[in-house]
């Protein structure tokens, strides 16, 4: 079974989603800066027996406006409420992962109405961080474009299941293979990342949470420590031996996961027993 793409527009800026369709309670995927909504298909593929799923490319990023005026985060946060509306998903679960993950948990905040729960992974609300955009810039400087192959390219970005959902992201041209966004749009994206944290939108999450973490050192032990403290009933679970991007590299794991929490809903005594940090 494959996907349908979707096309939601607001204010002008073309959205693309890749609607897999399935039936039961919805959900919603983002993936993280320079990603694509591909990323996330094993994932889907996981979970369109028992949810509708929908996976989006964010702005400036896959198939959608590549060069959007606005990048701010209130502006991530509202493309995530008008695909909600735009393609009929009631209440759907936000699942995002790294500053897809940020978008999700931000929405929740501004929007408790929207969703029924959230699922963070390897994202968290972070601290101010002035050299955020000058390290992602090199990064992103740092990617032999064009790449001659997508077999280098996937090199290039990690090999194995990493580096090809990476390289799965690119465009072919006469030349050779391109990233499909600009970098200055994905730098001017986390201009509001390096002047403050988003604890206060942490904490005004109602909505039932699952924090994914893998050992990645991305989110430090002290933030996840605060994540817990400020909302204690938040489950946080960590998957060993793998990495910043283990939604590529374990998605049948993370899928299993997303599936025990979601279930766990309406059974109390098992929603308790995820109530403390866990690893899988």
Sequence with gaps: MTWTERTVKRDGVRLACRDWGGSGPPVLLLHGLAGHAGEWDSLARELRASHRVVAVDQRGHGASERRPADVSRAAYVADVVAVAHGLGLHRPVLVGQSLGGHCALLTAAAHPELCSALVLVEAGPGSANPDVQAEIGGWLDSWPTPFPSRKAAAAFLGGGPVGEGWAAGLEERDDGWWPRF?????????????????WDEWASITCPTLVVLAQSGILPADEVDGMLGRRPRTVAVSVPGTGHDLHLERPAVLGGLLREFLGAFDEQPVLRAWLSPRQV
């Design 182 to 198: 600009d970098r200055d749009v994905m730098v001017d994206s986390l201009a509001e990342n390096a002047r403050r944290s988003f």
